[in-house]
């Protein structure tokens, strides 16, 4: 099951047990991903630091912390975790699964971290440092300094005005789960270029947002 998150990331894990570690919620079992989270943060930091110093050479530090930390943040984290619903990979115990956890944005920011760390023990700092790259390229590419980074919903309809085409059409496909723990499924539709993903989540903005990120990745792809 977990090979379509490793193709998802761009990595296929050596040690196999890292990657179910990071996958563990506290509440599930231990070994859990709490530790691996430390290590994560750590990269993540680091890698997003130089990524911004690379592109903004001309932004003093300041403006370069106050973009990091947007980057970093649990919002951005929670995006990026939607677009590889890895809500549906997470080791939950029984009452955080009954109770959402694995729509919860903290958890799934946490649990994004703590693969970035399960990474770079598996295969090492550039390998982690390159599948962090993937993953934030789109974020990276709509900063302008000074605003605030934009969701997916937002460069995508940005993206088909500058190219003078219709915007996207979201269309709740369905509804699964009882009400305290309920899952959307959302179709975004872009009919003029004849592409239609699917996303999901414990929202619908989640599920529209997750759903505009993959038709993002289908527009950047060559």
């Not at 990595?11 to 530790?35: G, I, K, M, V, W």
């Not at 956890?101 to 971290?113: C, F, K, N, V, Y």
């Not at 004849?194 to 414990?202: A, C, Q, V, W």
Request: aromatic share 6%.
């Amino acid at each position: 099951m977990t090979h379509r998150l490793e193709q998802a990331l761009g990595h296929t894990f050596s040690d196999s047990s890292l990657l179910q570690t990071a996958l563990t919620h506290r509440s599930h079992s231990t070994p859990h991903n709490e530790r691996f989270e430390f290590l994560g943060d750590s990269i993540l930091n680091g890698v997003i630091a130089r990524q911004l110093f690379d592109r903004f050479p001309d932004l003093a530090e300041g403006d370069l912390s106050r973009l990091r930390a947007n980057l970093v943040r649990q919002d951005s984290l929670h995006q990026l975790a939607l677009s590889l619903s890895l809500g549906t990979f997470l080791r939950l115990g029984e009452g955080e699964l009954k109770s959402g956890g694995a729509q919860r944005p903290s958890i799934l920011a946490d649990a994004l971290e703590g693969l970035f760390g399960a990474i770079w023990l598996d295969a090492g700092f550039d390998v982690a440092s390159a599948v962090i790259g993937r993953l934030y390229a789109g974020m990276l590419t709509s900063i302008t300094p000074g605003q605030p980074i934009k969701d997916a919903k937002t460069r995508l309809q940005e993206l088909l005005q500058a190219r003078r085409l219709p915007l996207p059409k979201y269309i709740l496909t369905a509804t699964e789960g009882e009400a305290h723990a309920q899952q959307f499924k959302m179709c975004c539709e872009i009919d003029s270029l004849k592409i239609r993903t699917e996303g999901s989540g414990g929202s619908r903005r989640a599920a529209e947002q997750m759903a505009a990120e993959r038709a993002l990745e289908r527009l950047h792809q060559p």
